[in-house]
């Protein structure tokens, strides 16, 4: 089986309770929402190569042929030592949910960072991924094209598929910028509350006009939370502090 690939490298981990973790980053192409504070181009093209980073930092790429077969991938990880993990990012990874199931030989495990709303996706890996960065997108932050409602359904249900469990770690990262509705954030984790072992509250890294969440906002979002997760933590984006891919 094949998928195309935007890239492939080693870095930190810069968002939620693995931060600061050595990872191998693979970042799919496309995906089905269009966020406001998305920080990853929307634009690919299928003729580009897969870029694989021959040193951690450096920014010296190796081009690869895509779509890439997972033996490839899985001989590409194998290269490596001292990981963590392997984050599966995008995009939107769960758009390619049956090549990630083929990636369970990985020589690390899998960790897989998504949006949460394809629940068919999320069906297909959930014996393959050992760590579930799940986010849960606010009706204020999307354009949901009118059917948020779907969305929201969509997101509880992938939750509930991805569940923490012995073998399995599923946390909700939820992104928190200065316009955010705290009934909004309340109701969301509520619905996922025994589902995940701890709630992020990522302050937005600004762009494009949209604003971070004040310092007060912040605290008192968590308070309220707390009611309803036993760890909730505020974790902004570090790797955008120090200039890491």
Not at 83 to 90: K, M, W
Not at 155 to 171: A, G, M, N, P, Q
Not at 178 to 186: A, G, I, P, T, W
């Amino acid at each position: 089986m094949r998928a195309p690939i935007r890239e492939v490298f080693v870095s930190a981990q810069g968002e939620g309770p693995y931060v600061g973790y050595r990872q191998i980053f693979v970042r799919f192409p496309r995906c089905n929402l269009e966020c406001k504070y998305c920080d990853t181009p929307r634009d690919w093209d299928a003729e580009r190569k897969c870029k694989v980073e021959l040193r951690p930092g450096t920014g010296e790429f190796r081009d690869f042929d895509n779509p890439v077969s997972e033996e490839q991938l899985l001989g590409i990880i194998k290269s490596y030592e001292r990981i963590h993990s392997v984050s599966l990012t995008g995009g939107e990874p769960l758009l390619y949910a049956k090549f990630i199931k083929e990636l369970k030989p990985s020589k690390f495990p899998l960790y897989l960072e998504t949006n949460m709303t394809l629940p068919e996706g999320a069906r297909e890996v959930k014996d393959v991924v050992k760590y579930v960065s799940g986010d849960f997108k606010l009706e204020s932050q999307c354009d949901f094209k009118g059917r948020y409602e779907k969305y929201f359904e969509d997101t509880v249900r992938s939750f509930s598929i991805l569940r923490h469990t012995s073998f399995r770690d599923c946390f909700c990262k939820i992104i928190v910028s200065r316009d955010v509705k705290r009934d909004e954030v309340l109701h969301a984790v509520d619905q996922i509350k025994d589902c995940i072992t701890e709630l992020i509250l990522q302050p937005v890294t600004p762009v494009d006009g949209v604003e971070a969440a004040t310092p007060k906002q912040l605290f008192e979002l968590q308070e309220a939370a707390m009611d309803k997760v036993e760890t909730v933590r505020i974790i902004p984006q570090t790797h955008k502090m120090w200039g890491a891919l």
